[in-house]
């Protein structure tokens, strides 16, 4: 999720609260016996201060860890009652079905939900085919090619590419230049801390070596540009699409136009950036925490509809931009505390409405706003948008 006081990267998936946790250090206790989801798991060999590397990175990055960690440790918000789980949040609380509360705890501890997120910042390329996208990546390509022509902000630099989970924890190698590249382990130390996930990972069935949705359900854009890390600043601006996610949307039922609706608001973010209109304006009181992370993705949501529902953009007919509203309403999330909040689902779709409701109001001139313009009649919607009973 995105981080407003540090807007590097912005994800859009957040199900629900608790997304970034207490992860303990303690060794995970061995199991007893052993379940239908596969051995017990031995005890975590942590490497050194492994805690605080995990933070030390997710804040040196910007790059949040893994939006499935709320699924281990759910916490809802009770201050809106009407805020109900959306159909996503049932499918990825059905990812970890059959596993064991020792396996779950290895998922939650050792780092492996966020191995792939990491390692696609990390590695991930155009060209290079183990970040090649495997699903829709015609349509995607093709989108992204359109919202480069579409936002008046220079985006030529931005790199789509795909992130998968049987790539970093299907190969002890390849985690050990994640763990010493970013995590800043010694070779003597990432050697055996890798061997022991991907064996762990490859010992539990539903995992499916790394293949499991859980592991890449997420998408994100990224850019190096206000990172003090050397290695992360030489890197490209990314807009990285998860597997899991695109699983997720098959799943219930909106691929058709899903896929298309991650990316355009991934983008939005890359036209925040560029625009300048990502950190919120000067304001008594200045939204903070969880507001301003919330007006940050709802503008997202306002951009990519603007885009996907405009004549020059992608057009999209009444019954797509149906389904586009439903994908938002979808990732909507009730972690009114959570500093990585992105909306609610009823939030996130009023956003789309909005910004299909501005593309129809300049349909018959053919007029396309500039990003600022539109960012500017978003501030002034946003009260309307974020109110309980609407606009």
């Known amino acids: 999720m995105s981080r407003p006081a540090r807007p590097l990267l912005h994800r859009l998936v957040a199900v629900g609260a608790g997304l970034l946790l207490a992860l303990g250090t303690a060794p995970v206790a061995t199991a007893a016996p052993a379940a239908a989801g596969g051995p017990a ?9 492994w805690q605080a590397r995990r933070e030390a990175l997710a804040e040196r990055s910007g790059v ?3 939006p499935a960690g709320e699924v281990l440790e759910r916490t809802r918000d009770p201050r809106d009652a009407a805020c109900t789980d959306t ?3 049932v499918y990825v609380d059905g990812l970890l079905t059959g596993l064991t509360p020792e396996q779950v705890q290895f998922l939650h501890n050792s780092g492996a939900l966020d191995f792939p997120i990491y390692d696609a910042l990390l590695s991930g390329a155009e060209g290079d085919p183990r970040y090649a996208l495997r699903e829709h990546g015609r349509q995607l390509r093709r989108t992204f090619r359109d919202a480069q022509r579409f936002w ?3 985006t030529g630099d931005v ?4 992130m998968h989970g049987d790539g970093v924890l299907g190969d002890a190698g390849r985690l050990t230049g994640l763990l010493t590249g970013l995590y800043g382990l010694s070779p003597a130390q990432a050697g055996p801390y890798a061997e022991y996930v991907v064996s762990t990972v490859a010992s539990i069935p539903a995992l499916e070596g790394g293949n499991n949705p859980i592991f890449t359900f997420g998408a994100y854009a990224f850019t190096g540009e206000r990172t003090s890390d050397p290695v992360l600043a030489a890197r490209p601006d990314l807009l990285v699409i998860g597997d899991g996610v695109l699983d997720a949307l098959r799943a219930v039922g909106i691929d058709d136009v899903g896929p298309r609706a991650v990316l355009t608001h991934e983008f939005a973010h890359h036209v925040q950036f560029e625009a300048g209109v990502f950190d919120p304006p000067p304001a008594d009181p200045r939204p903070t925490g969880a507001e301003a992370s919330r007006r940050v993705e709802l503008m997202a949501d306002a951009f990519g509809t603007y885009h996907a529902t405009h004549r020059r953009g992608l057009a999209m007919n009444a019954k797509r931009l149906l389904q586009a509203e439903r994908t938002y309403y979808e990732f909507g ?3 009114f505390s959570d500093p990585t909040h ?3 689902p009823v939030q996130r779709q009023r956003a789309s409405q909005w910004g299909s409701s501005l593309a129809e109001e300049h349909r018959a001139k053919g007029r396309t706003l500039r990003s600022l313009e539109v960012a500017a009649r978003f501030e002034h919607a946003l009260p309307g948008i974020v109110a309980p009973g609407g606009p």
């Open 342 to 344: 992105h909306g609610t």
């Open 87 to 89: 159909d996503l949040d």
């Open 159 to 162: 790199q789509l590419i795909g």
């Open 41 to 49: 798991v031995r005890a975590v060999p942590f490497p050194p201060d």
């Open 64 to 66: 949040d860890p893994s």
């Open 152 to 154: 008046d902000v220079p």
């Open 333 to 335: 999330d009730c972690s």
